[in-house]
């Protein structure tokens, strides 16, 4: 796929299975997000890998957040097994330190671009991916057992592996409205 291509079709796809990235597939995702705008070369991201027993002590990490919250039963038993629907997720976790010329936006910013860098470096693998947050991603809890401190920010938890159904992109976004020439 062509970077014209890929930038025009990128699209998400929320049911995952096995196989997961293999090493190659993941040094070569994990380089495209690293390879985010940055300003000033702060690298204000951290990529947190899970698959395996690493599903589960994500699993383990939603179940407590949730159990906090109150959850009981089968919303409890859910929170355990979120993880799950994909053979990797990779948490990114945008770090951020004071710099004068920098705000903390700029490097939520930068994270924020690595997850979309690291699911087309998935799509060029003919791998799939989706990026989810939902309320886990700014939990207390989340947050400390991930190493998310201060204006830290887990900007995605991004779900990786083999489309269970290849889905096609939707149809884009109509840009009327959303354009205008100064
Ligand atoms: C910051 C962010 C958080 C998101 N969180 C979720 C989520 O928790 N659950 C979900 O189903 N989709 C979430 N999405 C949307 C999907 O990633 C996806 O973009 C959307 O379903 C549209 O599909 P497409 O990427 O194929 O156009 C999120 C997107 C962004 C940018």
Redesign the pocket.
């Known amino acids: 796929m062509d970077a014209k291509a890929l930038l025009l079709n990128?699209?998400?796809q929320?049911r995952l299975t096995y196989p997961g990235p293999t090493d190659s597939q993941l040094d070569a995702i994990l380089a495209a997000g690293s390879r985010a705008p940055d300003h000033a070369g702060l690298t204000p991201w951290e990529f947190v890998v899970a698959q395996d027993e690493g599903l589960e002590r994500l699993g383990e990490i939603y179940f407590q957040a949730a159990q906090a919250d109150g959850a009981e039963g089968e919303a409890l038993a859910r929170a355990r097994l979120l993880p799950t629907r994909a053979p990797m997720v990779i948490t990114v976790i945008a770090k951020v330190t004071s710099h004068p010329k920098v705000p903390t936006v700029e490097q939520h910013l930068s994270a924020?671009c690595a997850v979309m860098a690291m699911q087309m470096m998935a799509l060029t693998q003919g791998l799939g991916g989706?990026?989810?947050?939902?309320s886990y991603a700014r939990h207390p809890i989340v947050r400390e057992a991930l190493g998310a401190t201060g204006e830290d920010e887990i900007?995605?938890f991004l779900y990786l592996g083999t489309a269970v159904k290849e889905t096609q992109?939707?149809t884009a976004p109509a840009l009327n409205g959303r354009v205008r020439h100064l």
């Open positions: 990128r699209h998400s929320p924020g989706i990026w989810r947050t939902g900007v995605g992109p939707r």
